[in-house]
């Protein structure tokens, strides 16, 4: 899809991937509606993006996803291109998940992409087509101790988003994942944690910047591929950790 002219809601604009993706959005000609809980980061930056505007939603409630896909639909009367981005980690040993905090995540991570999507679909389907985006993560393609509360749902949303785009290709509507390595944002810092043992090692790389991601995401929009991958070797991940499928 060729950006320009286009009309994009973006998730998890207030900061990191989804600030700068804005920006990137807004830089190749796209009008935006804007979406967080912060509301001045949000206001400040829709004044910085021509015709842009903000949404505060606390997207946890699956409820405030639908109302905020509404709000920019009655705004600016279509939408194009939907970015679900928003996005809140939380670590735990399988033993010890809290079932109302991985419930919280389901929420924000799983549950409210799918109420937006379901509220764009139609608006794109009769405009002729569409671009949706789920930003999942690498860690959606492997198996990190502790890591399972979060992993198990951004799979959920890898699951969900590639059935959609084989149910939605003759609506003309692209449906992409990208799967993030580490990146430096806050999202380390926001991350919910509890029973995680002191940390140990280090990542196999360095963090990325967000804005690498932000030109994945562009690159989702503009080719339509499927799955985009922050690096090449995460698609071998399963294979780096040893995990033999035949075993
Ligand atoms: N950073 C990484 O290492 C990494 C790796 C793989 C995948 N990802 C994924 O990338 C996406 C973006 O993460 P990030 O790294 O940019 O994290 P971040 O800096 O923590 O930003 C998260 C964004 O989500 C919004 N958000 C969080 N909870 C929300 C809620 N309840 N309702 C509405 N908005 C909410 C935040 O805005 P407010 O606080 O203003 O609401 C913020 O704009 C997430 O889906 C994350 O899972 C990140």
Known sequence: MIIKDKVALITGASRGIGLSTARLLSQKGATLALVARSREKLEELANELPG????????????????????????????????????????????????????????????????????????????????????????????????????????ALVGLSLTARVELERDNISVSVVYPYMTATNFEDSTLKNDVPPEEGHPPYPPDDPAHVANMIINAIETGRAEVFAHDWMKNWPNMMKLDRNA
Not at 61 to 88: C, K, M, S, W
Not at 89 to 116: C, F
Not at 123 to 141: D, E, F, P, Q
């Open 52 to 155: 842009s505007i903000a949404i505060c939603a606390d997207l946890s409630n699956p409820e405030e996803a639908r109302t905020a896909v509404r709000h920019a639909v009655e705004h600016f009367g279509r939408l194009d291109i939907l970015v679900n981005n928003a996005g809140q980690g939380y670590d735990a040993p399988v033993e010890k998940i809290d079932l109302t905090k991985y419930q919280h995540i389901i929420n924000l991570n799983l549950i409210s992409p799918l109420v937006a999507m379901q509220e764009a679909i139609p608006i794109m389907r009769k405009a002729g087509g569409g671009s949706i985006v789920n930003v999942s993560s690498g860690t959606a393609l492997t198996y990190f101790p502790f890591n399972g509360p979060y992993s198990s749902v951004k799979r």
